[in-house]
């Protein structure tokens, strides 16, 4: 369908990512906005802070007047919320995680594909420039072959009601290295602990094995950590990368260093790991900055006008719906959990669209 007049998107949550995503497609041209949020507060701010928007506290209000739906509510509600946008055919941007199960993942993924329309998932580094120069440098292959990747999601605090730490922030990590890998993983092995409340683990360690990329990557993630940090090393056998989203001016640094193993020598105690070390330059490639959900949202949009496939599309989310599972059961285990494709099923009718709780809309 071509649009010859401005693109209608509810933004639904009015929370830390729906502001955001507010704010940014309030900005691009011929789109306009309502948000909604059962909060009152919530819209009023939103109606203070963004002058051209519009608001609603129900879905079900505005459905039959926009073009496309922003998912920005907490996980456990993006499936039920998400059904009910694709199932109006509107196309459907949801935060990350895209759901909280792999049935409910597979069923929006069947569901947009039924209706024809975009379902896509909000994998915001995947529309990074840091991150696309990053990857230019693994394929590149000045690395030399990847022997590992390691990243780091720490902060204190935000603590969210219903996912535990590694559904909250692993995505982004879970999304960057198989972007950076082109490959998804194919095993998790798990260490997670909760430390305050009840109800989910707050720090985390997963391993994750990629089969055809012949690597894995270590992901570590915590609400409870003393310092802000959002960075990504990719050892290579010949250079070793570090993206650190948090420098204001050199966000990867390229490092010609590394370790190399000598030849054996039967005079060396048998066990020592005798090894060579290779100290190089230190490089910044540039990397001009433009805002990743800015880049995201308008790329839904574009997707939107001309039909074409997104970056980020929904079948991607279920890949990434499939791993978080996967930690599920290795941390029920306490082994390794193997990555496989879950049927396609699709899920029952959602039912009538209803007030959205304000308990239920903040992220």
């Avoid at 704010?23 to 059962?38: A, K, M, N, Y």
């Avoid at 922030?169 to 602990?193: F, G, N, Q």
């Avoid at 997963?206 to 802000?228: I, M, Y």
Wanted: aromatic share 6%; glycine share 6%; net charge negative.
């Amino acid at each position: 369908m071509a649009y010859q007049r401005p693109i209608a998107v509810a933004v639904v949550g009015y929370g830390y990512w729906g502001s955001k995503h507010a704010r940014v497609l309030s900005s691009i041209p011929d789109t306009e906005v309502v948000v909604v949020d059962g909060n009152e507060a919530r819209l009023a701010e939103a109606e203070a802070t963004h002058h051209a928007v519009a608001v609603s506290r129900s879905l079900e209000n505005v459905i039959d007047r926009v073009d496309a739906v922003v998912i920005c509510t907490p996980p456990g509600s993006h499936a039920a919320i998400g059904m009910t946008a694709l199932a109006a055919g509107k196309h459907t941007l949801v935060e990350k995680p895209l759901a909280t199960s792999v049935v409910d993942a597979e069923g929006m993924v069947t569901a947009a594909d039924r209706e024809g329309v975009q379902l896509m998932v909000g994998h915001t580094f995947e529309f990074n420039p840091a991150v696309w120069k990053l990857r230019e440098v693994v394929r590149s292959g000045a690395l030399g072959r990847i022997l590992y990747v390691d990243t780091a999601r720490l902060s204190l605090g935000r603590y969210q009601s219903d996912v535990n730490v590694i559904w909250d922030l692993a995505p982004h990590d879970i999304s960057i290295a198989s972007y950076l890998l082109d490959d998804m993983p194919s095993r998790a092995t798990v260490w997670a602990e909760r430390n305050i409340g009840f109800r989910h683990a707050d720090v985390a360690y997963l391993k994750l094995e990629f089969d055809r990329a012949d690597t894995h990557a270590f992901v570590r993630v915590s609400w409870l950590s003393p310092n802000k940090v959002r960075k990504v090393t990719v050892v290579g056998e010949r250079q070793m990368a570090v993206y650190d989203d948090l420098s204001d001016n050199e966000r990867i640094r390229i490092y010609d260093i590394g370790v190399d193993p000598a030849d054996h020598d039967e005079s060396v105690e048998t066990h020592a790991m005798p090894v060579s070390y290779r100290t190089g330059d230190i490089t910044s490639p540039y990397v001009a900055f433009s805002e990743p959900l800015l880049l995201q949202d308008r790329h839904f949009l574009d997707c939107i006008r001309t039909g074409a496939t997104s970056a980020s599309p929904g079948s991607r989310g279920a890949d990434v719906v499939r791993v978080l599972a996967a930690t599920d059961r290795a941390i029920e285990s306490g082994l390794t959990a193997s990555i496989v494709p879950a049927p396609v099923v699709e899920l029952a009718g959602v039912g009538a669209i209803t007030e959205l709780p304000a308990q239920r809309v903040a992220s």
